[in-house]
Structures are given as C-alpha cells and as structure tokens.
C-alpha cells in the first residue's frame, strides 16, 4: 500500500530565516504530487505541482518554491520566510492528475 | 471560473440526530467530486468521491453523499452522527479535462453534542 509522509510536523520559525519542508511517498512510482496550505480557518490552496522529476508549475506567485529531486520527493523551500507564510502545509499526491488525491499528516508552520 | 461553496462555517448535531453538509459547485461541465474530513492537526482523509454513475455515493464510516446535476450539489450525509464525526469537512471539485486542480471549499466544522 502507498503511505505519504511529510517532514517535520511542527516547525517554528523566526521572519527572514529559510524553510525546507519534506514530503516523501511510498509503494507507488511516478506519483503527480502537491503542495497546499491551509492558513487559519480557510479552506486549502494549491501552491505547487509536480507531474515528475524536476518539473514544477506554480499555482500562485509568492516567495515560496518547489522542487522534486527524485520521484517520489517534493520539497517546499523559502529563502527568507515572511509572517504570512504561518500555516498548515499539506503534501499530496496522485495516480494521474484526474485521480483521488490522498494527504499526509501535514506540517505546521508558525513564523514569528 | 471554478469554484465550490459551503455556505455553513459551522454546524452543531446531538449525537444520534441526522447530518447534512451542503456544498454547491460551479464548474462548466461535469466534475469529479469529493468530500474529505480533517481532524484536528491532521491530514485530510477522503470520505468519498463521484465521477460518474451512480448519483448516490457511500463512503466511509457511514457517510453517503448525492450528486445533484440540477442543482450543481454534493450535499454529504450521515443518517446517526457520533461524537468522533466532530471535525472539519471539505467538499472539492476536480476537472474531468486535463485539469489537474482540486478545488476546495472553505470548510464546515462539525460539532456534536453529547
């Protein structure tokens, strides 16, 4: 079966300093994967996808990037994090673009 | 442009009553949808999904959910709420062209009452 883990699951952070934020899949190959954030009491907004390795489309303009060195690892990376950047980041990933998306546990981000 | 509306932020049941969530999309032609539960400081689990077939869906943990072309509406229910159902729920919409984009509501909290 395929399990999806995001790394770490809390994080504080002070304004300006950088971020790296893991996701790794297991039990499948070539996975399309994502990266959401959820901020306080909103619902979930797609930031970044991945159809394979190396290749990212970016839903939203903003100081956040993504990158996916091997198949099945998609990581989240900010140069210098900003307030707004405080919230609940999600990893998913897919079958194919038109499959159910399934989530990990998350990763909580404050920055102060 | 898409887009998917749950218009209740919160909902309150006593354990054992009946569950409805509302959701309503808008999309140009017929979507993939999905209900998802997000307990708290979790991930999202998936409830159920519908692309095509049957109108009335099930899920897990008891929950069904009905396909409404007419009204554009996936409304989730659940016939005997129990108090570990108390979490936030989202409906999301999903293209049936090459989009690859989920789009999701802004959530309905569940309450139960003891």
């Known amino acids: 079966s395929q399990t999806i883990h995001q790394w770490p699951a809390t994080l504080v952070q002070p304004v300006g300093s950088p971020l790296s934020l893991e996701c790794t899949v297991e039990?499948?190959?070539?996975?399309?994967l994502y990266w959401y954030r959820q901020a306080a009491g909103r619902g979930l907004q797609l930031l970044f996808y991945s159809v394979g390795i190396g290749q990212i489309s970016s839903e939203v303009p903003q100081n956040l990037s993504a990158s996916r060195p091997q198949d099945r690892q998609f990581i989240l990376s900010s140069k210098k994090l900003l307030l707004s950047d405080s919230g609940f980041y999600l990893c998913a990933w897919s079958r194919t673009v038109q499959e159910t998306q399934y989530f990990g546990p998350g990763t909580r981000l404050l920055v102060l | 442009a898409q887009s998917v509306t749950q218009p209740d932020i919160h909902i309150t049941v006593s354990e054992g009553a009946s569950l409805e969530l509302r959701c309503n999309y808008s999309y140009g032609a017929t979507p993939y949808l999905f209900w998802y539960v997000q307990s708290p400081g979790q991930g999202l689990q998936l409830l159920l999904k519908y692309f095509s077939g049957d109108t009335l869906v099930q899920g897990i943990k008891g929950f069904e959910a009905e396909f409404k072309r007419s009204q554009s509406s996936f409304n989730l229910r659940k016939p005997s709420v129990h108090w570990s159902d108390a979490a936030e729920y989202f409906c999301a919409v999903a293209g049936m062209d090459s989009s690859y984009k989920l789009i999701f509501g802004s959530g309905t909290r569940l309450l139960v009452r003891p």
């Open positions: 039990g499948t190959s070539n996975p399309n």
